[in-house]
């Protein structure tokens, strides 16, 4: 690349200034920068200068752009393959599937006696608790209960997790998910998740409960999800049976 | 978070605490309540809801207990049921539903891949895992691959042990879907349960080394004692993308 100096037109040197923020860290991945009005405000520029100063970074992968909510950091990201570690193949009944997820809360709190022995920390460390809501074609299909340990992923508490997975946002922090152990039972669903799922009270749901670990074996989640029964199933190959 | 979720967890950091184990008796609902600052009817959701969760259990007139775990049922594997209950301790035992050659059907056809009306061996039971009945099996054996195997008595004898010594067929892989299903009047009646009660309908093709169609089951399988589980390992071939 071409060595940017103050004589650079004033739009290379922005598209620097935001690139060297996003190496440092300062634009943390998964969160959103400054929108494009704010920069334009700070240097005194017009929007479109911010506009095309931020275009070859939107082309690079740096940078994301979302409709209506601003301008986000993508971090490095490991191509893989989903079904590797997605394990009992959630399969939503028909095709074409348009996935979305809505948050319904989000927090950080301290990981109690519970949460400590699921994530295997102290009960006086903190943790996220993100619970949202996933949908297919606008159908509600599963609301997830998730839980991890804060000193793993620092700046969970920033990331839009409407753009970005929480896998994603694992992978920009360097913890790749390398191994999940998950159980399925079957629940009776509450007032309050069947009103989300939109299903009537008292309705059986699949619950699925997982723990996955990075590559050094700290667990990165618990998630507990419960999943409307009528809009997904379950498949899994059975492994090579030992000889 | 939901203040339900919070009483659950409540309740769970009790259990911890108090190092409760699988057959202790939990404080009185009224003992909880006044404990925790609820309303019955509040702690009776949590209640339900970590009772679904496998963590406790309510005995009528005797109160609320820490449950045993529920039986693992490893999905990736392909050993049977008495072993897979052997495996975790307990003492797995059969009710015999019916054990008898028939003639395959259309739908045999299609899973077994074999000729209308060439033999299959129809065995339905009812798994217990220490005397209590936790699923009903249906499974539809490629009788060319065992002839005779009507001749044992399956009311105690494992499926795949047969297969195995006497036949030399192996379980080797298959692939399997869960989803829920409503137990039906017959299926209550085995399994002691209420008609309409939710279940896992369990249904999967099994092959054997060759990958050769063995049998194909369904079964219906209590949640209350057995859950499913998988352990996934990421497979290393990924390429960084920067």
Redesign the interface.
């Known amino acids: 690349m071409a060595e940017v100096s103050e004589k650079s037109p004033i739009y290379l040197q922005l598209r620097e200034v935001v690139r060297e923020r996003i190496e440092s860290g300062e634009y943390a991945p998964g969160t959103a920068i400054p929108s494009e009005n704010a920069l334009a405000k700070t240097y005194g520029v017009n929007r479109l200068t911010v506009r095309s100063a931020l275009d070859a970074l939107v082309e690079e992968g740096m940078l994301k752009r979302v409709q209506g909510k601003g301008v986000f950091v993508v971090g ?6 989903l079904d ?5 193949r959630q399969s939503i009944r028909g095709s074409k599937s348009v996935p979305g997820t809505k948050v319904l ?1 989000r ?1 950080r ?1 301290k990981a ?4 400590a ?1 699921r994530l295997g920390i102290d009960e006086d460390d903190d943790i996220f ?1 993100v ?1 949202r809501l996933n949908s297919a074609n606008g159908e509600p299909i599963s609301v997830e ?1 998730v839980y991890v340990p804060c000193d793993l992923i620092p700046n969970l508490g920033e990331v839009d997790l409407e753009v970005f997975s929480l896998y994603d946002a694992y992978e920009f922090y360097g913890h ?13 669903l ?1 007032a ?1 998740t069947a009103r989300a799922l939109k299903v009537p009270a008292g309705s ?4 699925f409960t997982c723990t996955s670990y990075d590559a050094q074996g700290r667990i990165v989640e618990f998630v507990r999800s419960f999943n409307r ?1 009528d809009s997904c ?9 030992r000889a | ?2 203040s ?2 919070r009483i659950v ?1 409540q309740v ?2 009790y259990i ?2 108090h190092d409760l184990k699988p057959g202790d008796k939990l404080p009185s609902e009224r003992e909880m309540c006044a404990m925790l600052d609820l309303n019955r009817m509040t702690l009776r ?1 949590a209640l ?2 970590l009772s ?3 963590v406790i259990e309510s005995r009528v007139g005797q109160g609320t207990f820490v449950a045993q775990p ?1 039986m ?1 049922r490893d ?5 049977g049921f008495s072993e897979a209950a052997r495996n975790e301790g307990r003492t797995p035992s059969y009710r015999l539903v019916y054990a008898q050659m028939c003639e395959a059907n259309k739908d045999m056809v299609k899973h077994l891949h074999v000729m209308l009306a060439s033999p299959v061996f129809a065995l339905r039971r009812v798994n217990q895992i220490d005397g209590i009945p936790v699923s009903l099996e249906t499974t539809y054996v490629n009788a060319r691959l065992c002839p005779g195997i009507d001749a044992h008595d399956f009311s105690h004898e494992s499926l795949y042990h047969v297969l195995e010594e006497e036949y030399g067929v ?11 299903t ?1 137990v039906d009047e017959t299926e209550a009646e085995l399994l002691g349960v209420r008609v309409g009660k ?3 309908y369990q249904s ?1 093709l ?1 092959l054997d080394a060759e990958g050769q169609p063995v049998e194909f089951f369904r079964s219906v399988v209590l ?1 209350d004692h057995l ?9 290393r ?6």
Do not use: C
């Open positions: 490095r990201r490991i191509e893989r393959d590797n570690l997605t394990g009992f809360e927090e709190r109690g006696l519970v949460f022995q608790y619970k209960h790749e998910l390398v191994r999940a152990y998950q159980t399925l039972d079957i629940v009776t509450e309050r059986a749901a699949l619950l029964s199933y379950f498949t899994v190959r059975n492994g090579e049976r | 978070m939901g339900r979720d967890e769970e950091a911890i605490e959701n339900e809801r679904d969760f496998g529920k693992t999905l990736q594997d392909t050993i192996i379980p080797a892989s298959g692939s399997e879907s869960i989803d829920i409503r939710a279940a896992f999967g099994i949640s859950r499913f589980s998988t352990q996934l390992q990421r497979v071939q990924e390429k960084v993308d920067e």
